[in-house]
């Protein structure tokens, strides 16, 4: 079986760019974070001056949480660099919800997957991709469900859920035409469902995505291992 259109291109390529002679370029970094007075501040405490914006824009100095793709340019002091921003991308910031708060119909069972999965800053971050109609309006509730069931002794299970509310490729009422794969990056907080654990953990996150096996189109379960060990 064969994963099902899961070669999308990269959020962030990095863009090719023509350096001045003033720019020393160090290398480049996707990072999350978060803007303080102006500044990047990334999830492992670096703090980024940007002193060449490419993106067109200024919202990213009021978008909260990001994922940042800059060219580290040169390195004024240990943790301070200016930077080339070359984009950007908002992430969904959410809670955790424990399984027992949250009902199977709520959370639905729709197709999700996730990659680049990763802990930093507040939680778990992903790169979440799911389906949609083109061009609705229609809300898609995502979520991390922790498995209270599964979860024992210093193993964490957690559920990656879609509720797409039928915009799927099992509704036959859809034309699968009008279906996109869509792609965002969440942080799911972990501070709620973790309060009263001390200890180190392993993070284990279940998802459901399609997969092709010849000309059928099927679903199938997969489970990753989130790496390393996370201390409460």
């Given at each position: 079986?064969?994963?099902?259109l899961l070669?999308?291109?990269?959020?962030?390529?990095?863009?090719?760019?023509?350096?001045?002679?003033e720019d020393?370029l160090?290398?480049?970094?996707?990072?999350?974070?978060?803007?303080?007075?102006?500044?990047?501040?990334?999830?492992?405490?670096?703090?980024?001056?940007?002193?060449?914006d490419?993106?067109g824009?200024?919202d990213?100095?009021?978008?909260?949480?990001?994922?940042?793709?800059c060219?580290?340019?040169?390195?004024?002091?240990?943790?301070?660099y200016?930077?080339?921003?070359?984009?950007?991308?908002?992430?969904?910031?959410?809670?955790?919800?424990?399984?027992?708060?949250?009902?199977?119909?709520?959370?639905?069972?729709?197709?999700?997957?996730a990659s680049?999965i990763?802990?930093?800053?507040?939680?778990i971050?992903?790169?979440?991709?799911?389906?949609?109609?083109?061009e609705?309006?229609?809300?898609?509730?995502?979520?991390?469900?922790?498995d209270?069931?599964?979860?024992?002794?210093h193993?964490?299970?957690f559920?990656?859920?879609?509720?797409?509310?039928?915009?799927?490729?099992?509704?036959?009422?859809?034309?699968t035409?009008?279906?996109?794969?869509n792609?965002?990056?969440?942080?799911?907080d972990?501070?709620?469902?973790?309060?009263?654990?001390?200890?180190s953990?392993y993070?284990?996150?279940e998802?459901?995505?399609?997969?092709?096996?010849g000309?059928?189109?099927?679903?199938e379960?997969?489970?990753?291992?989130?790496?390393g060990?996370?201390?409460?």
């Amino acid at each position: 079986m064969k994963k099902f259109l899961l070669l999308l291109a990269m959020p962030f390529m990095f863009a090719a760019c023509n350096l001045g002679m003033e720019d020393v370029l160090l290398y480049g970094e996707i990072s999350f974070g978060e803007v303080v007075s102006g500044k990047i501040i990334t999830d492992v405490g670096n703090t980024y001056i940007v002193t060449t914006d490419e993106t067109g824009t200024e919202d990213w100095k009021t978008a909260g949480r990001c994922v940042f793709d800059c060219d580290i340019l040169t390195k004024e002091a240990d943790g301070l660099y200016n930077v080339r921003l070359l984009d950007y991308s908002p992430v969904v910031c959410q809670d955790i919800i424990p399984s027992s708060e949250i009902s199977k119909e709520e959370r639905g069972d729709d197709g999700v997957y996730a990659s680049q999965i990763w802990i930093s800053g507040p939680g778990i971050n992903a790169c979440v991709y799911y389906t949609s109609v083109a061009e609705s309006n229609m809300s898609h509730e995502i979520n991390l469900v922790l498995d209270e069931e599964r979860s024992t002794g210093h193993n964490l299970y957690f559920i990656l859920t879609h509720n797409g509310h039928g915009e799927t490729y099992e509704n036959e009422d859809i034309d699968t035409e009008n279906l996109v794969i869509n792609q965002k990056y969440f942080t799911f907080d972990y501070a709620d469902v973790t309060a009263d654990l001390s200890g180190s953990y392993y993070i284990f996150i279940e998802s459901d995505w399609y997969v092709t096996s010849g000309n059928e189109l099927l679903r199938e379960k997969e489970t990753i291992s989130v790496s390393g060990v996370v201390s409460f």
